[in-house]
């Protein structure tokens, strides 16, 4: 029990413990069961059971109180039915989904549909890449790249060396790709496939990267001959 004997509040190490955390908690677990609940015959006034809305906690009070719930369980769930946007099979949209205004059965769809034009970040062909490097990824370019390759015996043409790190080997166009493509007017991958002489395995070489930067057909290099000589 509590003491008032100046600042302290407990007499002694006994009656702290008791009404410490130490003694509620030993309290909690030595509870008998069928205890006699504290509010056991106790009957409420008029005045309370209008403050406590007794009668009305039987009925259901709050944003419900008067209202239908939705049952959204089993057959009673509203289903809505809507085709996908990209396969276009049906679905069964519960209530929430239609509120998000699903469009798509699952996220493949999804990743699916948000490819080239639809793609939120997509410019077009020009702002994708260069059309040198997208001619590059076509697999008419890959075979004429192997077969040089393979005829040149994976060598360099010009000094004989093999492939490494320092000096990798490379393909090179003895005619100027650009050249090539201004005579033949290609502005699109597809008119390069349709170019017979970008595909001519005699118009190419295989060369390393320190010969290759030697040589007018690399890069911009050789440009400003080919202005002056016109």
Not at 30 to 41: D, M, V
Not at 77 to 99: D, G, T, Y
Request: one cysteine or more; hydrophobic letters at 30%.
């Amino acid at each position: 029990m509590p003491c008032k004997r100046g600042a302290k509040k407990y007499c002694s190490r006994e009656c702290c413990l008791k009404n410490t955390a130490i003694g509620i908690k030993n309290k909690r677990f030595s509870i008998e069961k069928n205890t006699i609940p504290w509010n056991k015959g106790i009957k409420y006034s008029p005045e309370l059971k209008s403050r406590l809305n007794v009668d009305g906690l039987k009925l259901g009070i709050g944003y419900w109180k008067g209202k239908e719930r939705l049952n959204l369980r089993g057959d009673r769930l509203r289903h809505v039915i809507r085709n996908c946007m990209f396969c276009s099979n049906e679905m069964k949209l519960a209530p929430w989904q239609v509120r998000d205004n699903k469009k798509f059965c699952s996220p493949k769809c999804y990743q699916a549909w948000h490819r080239g034009d639809n793609s939120p970040v997509y410019k077009g062909d020009k702002a994708v890449s260069r059309l040198r490097n997208r001619i590059a990824q076509l697999p008419e370019y890959r075979e004429w790249h192997a077969t040089i390759m393979k005829r040149d015996g994976y060598k360099c043409t010009l000094c004989g060396c093999v492939h490494s790190k320092e000096r990798p080997l490379e393909v090179d166009h003895i005619k100027r790709f650009l050249t090539i493509a201004q005579e033949n007017s290609i502005f699109t991958p597809d008119d390069a496939r349709n170019c017979k002489e970008l595909w001519d395995i005699s118009n190419g070489r295989t060369i390393c990267r320190i010969c290759h930067r030697t040589l007018d057909t690399y890069g911009t290099k050789g440009l400003k001959k080919l202005i002056n000589l016109t």
